[in-house]
């Protein structure tokens, strides 16, 4: 459901207020930070960071049950948020022993991005738990394949030869209902589902040029100012791999500079879809939502949750700035505006902003 603008501002006064809580809690004890905490969601029930944090803190202190239910809070009020997934997930595992919550929500991350190097080594050391030798050896080889040096995925390399040449011993297996501990087709959800074997397919010899080598050339053109000849070849690292964020979103980039809004909003959308916590991805689609689309709300619905995790992000603080001057928000418009400049005194776009607003003040009156 989308936010209304003042519904946003809220969340951004909410972000500020929370950011001054955070300083206090740090130098109290456990009981008053929770007490802190707990009292701003009465006035923000919708917070998710507030949610992640007070989950976190009452784990802290041995409180399991309220735990779960703050850690699922704020994964249900930012699903997109990779880092309360993961918190999630490994509180399903280590404290709950939930096996099959945790690969699930393990396996949900993978879908959104393919390359995400803890929760390939997650699943992997939950495959071990559970007995799925070869399993776990598929996810840590992936794992080394994006990153050679990783040493939890060659540690538990060096052990799984051994492991799987010895007959199998008894182990501790959570208690869930037996489909719940299947480990479930990787990107079983994706729009052209694919066995497990086939989530390492990327890495295989093609006769073809890569993606990555298609995208290196596109770059080069993008950079040469050849952007047709740019926009082709993304066109085929796309067709190549779907899943390719990064390709979608200079194809938005490009689709945008060469006047064709709608291609540029899909593939920025894409970018946002595979990769939901990237900055840059949410900020260019809200920057195309808001100059190309004058899709008001929606862009500043985008704009108020990077300011709630960068509060100090000079673009974004403009970008709500400019939104708020042109729905008439001019008070708070001068807020942001002073907020920038608080930060950057130097910063001549927001004195020049404000000196505007002033003589209009002063010719109304």
Not at 149 to 159: D, F, T
Not at 226 to 239: C, F
Not at 240 to 261: C, F, I, M, R, S
């Amino acid at each position: 459901m989308q936010l209304s603008a003042n519904q946003n501002l809220i969340l951004i006064e909410g972000a500020a207020t929370y950011e001054r809580i955070l300083a206090d809690v740090r130098e109290v004890e456990l009981d008053e930070g929770l007490r802190h905490v707990k009292d701003f969601l009465k006035i923000y029930p919708d917070f998710a960071r507030a949610h992640n944090d007070l989950a976190v803190m009452y784990y802290q202190a041995g409180n399991a049950l309220k735990a779960l239910a703050h850690y699922e809070k704020a994964h249900k009020l930012d699903p997109g948020n990779v880092t309360y997934r993961k918190n999630l997930a490994d509180f399903y595992f280590v404290e709950l022993e939930w096996t099959g919550d945790a690969i699930h929500t393990y396996l949900d991350i993978l879908k959104d991005n393919p390359f995400d190097i803890e929760a390939l080594n997650a699943l992997g050391s939950i495959s071990l738990q559970i007995g799925r030798k070869e399993q776990a050896r598929q996810y840590f080889s992936r794992t080394l394949q994006l990153d050679s040096n990783n040493q939890e995925a060659r540690q538990a390399l060096q052990q799984l030869p051994a492991a799987l040449a010895a007959p199998e011993t008894p182990r501790c297996i959570p208690q869930v209902p037996a489909p719940a501990v299947q480990i479930p087709e990787p990107l079983a959800a994706a729009p052209a589902a694919q066995p497990f074997q086939n989530l390492f397919r990327a890495v295989q010899p093609e006769q073809a040029k890569s993606s990555a080598e298609l995208y290196r050339e596109a770059i080069t053109l993008a950079n040469a100012n050849k952007v047709n000849e740019a926009i082709q070849l993304l066109d085929r690292v796309v067709t190549q791999d779907a899943n390719n964020a990064l390709a979608h979103n200079d194809l938005g980039v490009l689709y945008q500079k060469t006047g064709e809004p709608r291609k540029s909003r899909y593939h920025h959308e894409e970018a946002v879809r595979l990769q939901p916590a990237n900055k840059i991805f949410q900020k260019n689609l809200a920057d195309l939502l808001f100059i190309d689309f004058n899709e008001l709300e929606e862009a500043l619905g985008i704009y108020v949750r990077l300011q709630a995790k960068s509060p100090q992000d000079i673009e974004i603080l403009k970008a709500i700035a400019k939104i708020c001057q042109t729905v008439g928000k001019e008070t708070d418009a001068r807020y942001f505006l002073e907020r920038i400049l608080t930060l950057q005194p130097w910063d001549r776009e927001a004195q020049t902003a404000l000196k505007e607003m002033e003589s209009t003040d002063k010719a109304r009156v």
